[in-house]
């Protein structure tokens, strides 16, 4: 019997196996998966980007802000330390556009910012001779150089300011290109001033130097022919020959008075006083000064003005400062003024003065006149508007006039005038001293023969000592320097010949001066009798000459009365 065949039965849904099942493990889900992973691998590249692109931008914020904050404490600082910084980009049309700037430069000096916006217009505001090099240190920063370099700003009221300007490029990020610069402005006019000051003072030291030789070596030549010419008016046959020497000898005055201020300017010192009526000596001082020009001088002195105890010298320099100052305020001609009167500083008076009796000096013009902002300085060593003035004629003489126990003042009037007053305290002694020089009594002379030791260094004052002391009766034995002096000094000793008095010269150079060849004789002799001889009549020596060991000083230039004189007070 035939086996029955049988047909296998299709599975049903509960088998546990759909269609979607089978469908979704073929190709198209693989597909599917494949995208998914790479869709979430983009998102998780986004949202890695986003957050680096936070960062990015919070680090760029934090970035900005800090190149704010440096640039903010750049400028406070740079406000605080320079006169004027600013950082400037270059537009196309050659004009400045200003990112910041600290506004000091045009708040000092006067100028708005829209007064410097190009390079032409700041040139422009240079002094002339500062423009070309302006220029060029532009031109150098252009090429991509930090350039320094001093100038002179003319500020808007035509003031001078001296500065340093530092310019640094800018350049831009990628070409290289310079777009733009930072200039810090400072200024250094004070610093410039004390370093003018410095050279200047370096330079009048090697002046005094010059002028104090060269005086020194002149004061010995005028000493030799004015002691000659004075003996040759004592032989004079007749009074005409008398009368061209004597003119001869007033001018020989006025040399004198020039080498001692140039000895005076060279070494300083004391006034070295004398009792006498001060009217003469400042119009002496005044005419000589005014000789040749075309200012004229109006003096007004009344009869009973006190006498006074003054250095001739010294007062008469004041006097020729002043009145020179007054004649350059005059440019055109004029009349300057000088009265004198007697003037009384009562007890508790406030004043720059002590109480007593002044002579009250007054100088006086009606020119230019001194501007308020520099008369507070005008006494300032060094400080001067004069082109080729030294800044110390008004210096010196305020220093003279303290010197003397007074006091100096000055009032002006920009546009009318200037008056210097001159407070000189009156002299309590009974002395006077003669306008016009009595007749001259006969000249003392030496008694017994008296040996004289000579010391100076300059051979025609040598012999023009001869001259007087063996005029006068004197024996005079003369010596070269100090060294040479003692030596003299010790033989004369010890051969039972003593000199019975020594001339010495204060100042020899290159040997042993008068002081100290002074204390060599002093160990030989305890008893020496000596006098002091200088053209320095501002040293101490020639004021004091008992605190040094002289008995008496001899001023050069001498005449024949002056070493009569000399001899009278150290044998009298």
Known sequence: MAEKRTTPKKKTASSGETPKKKSASGPASKRARELEQLVAERTAELERRN?????????????????RRS?????????????????????????????????KLFREYGYDPSEVDTLEKWVGILHPDDREMAKKAFAEVLGGRTVAREGRIIDKKGQQ??????????????????????????????????????????NLDKLAVLSGGIAHDFNNLLSAMFGYVDMARGLAPDGRMR???????????????????????AKGGIPQKQIGKIGPVIKHAADFSLAGSTVSCRCSFPDDLWLCDFDRNHIGQVISNLVLNARDALPHGGIIEITAANHVVPEGQDSSLRTGQYIRVTVCDKGNGIPRDILPRIFDPFFTTKPKGSGLGLAISHSIIRKHGGHIDVESDPGRGTVFTIYLPASEAEGRLFETPPEPEPLPESKKGERILVMDDDAAIRDLAVEMLSTLGFQAVVVAGGN??????AEAKRSGAPFDAVLLDLTVPGDVGGVDALKALRNLDPDVLAA????????????????????????????????????AKLFG
Do not use: C
């Open 161 to 202: 300011h001296w500065i340093i300007n530092t310019i640094y490029p800018r350049f831009d990020g990628h070409s290289r290109r310079v777009i733009g610069f930072i200039s810090a402005v400072r200024e250094i006019t004070e610093r410039k001033q004390m370093l003018d000051s410095i050279q200047r003072i370096q």
């Open 51 to 67: 957050r680096q692109l936070e960062t990015d931008i919070l680090m760029r914020k934090e970035t900005e802000e800090a190149l």
């Open 484 to 489: 040479e002096a003692v030596e003299r000094y």
């Open 532 to 567: 002091a001889s200088s053209g320095y009549s501002e040293d101490p020596v020639m004021a004091h000459p008992a605190d040094y060991g002289f008995r008496e000083s001899l001023r050069k230039p001498y005449r024949l009365r002056d070493m009569a004189e000399l001899m």
């Open 71 to 103: 640039e903010e404490r750049y400028r406070i600082l740079s406000e605080l330390t320079m006169d004027s910084a600013s950082s400037v980009i270059l537009l196309p049309d050659g004009r400045f556009h200003r990112e910041w700037i600290a506004d």
């Open 243 to 265: 009368e061209l020497l004597e003119k001869a000898l007033l001018n020989f005055d006025r040399a004198r008075d020039l080498t001692q201020q140039l000895l005076t300017f």
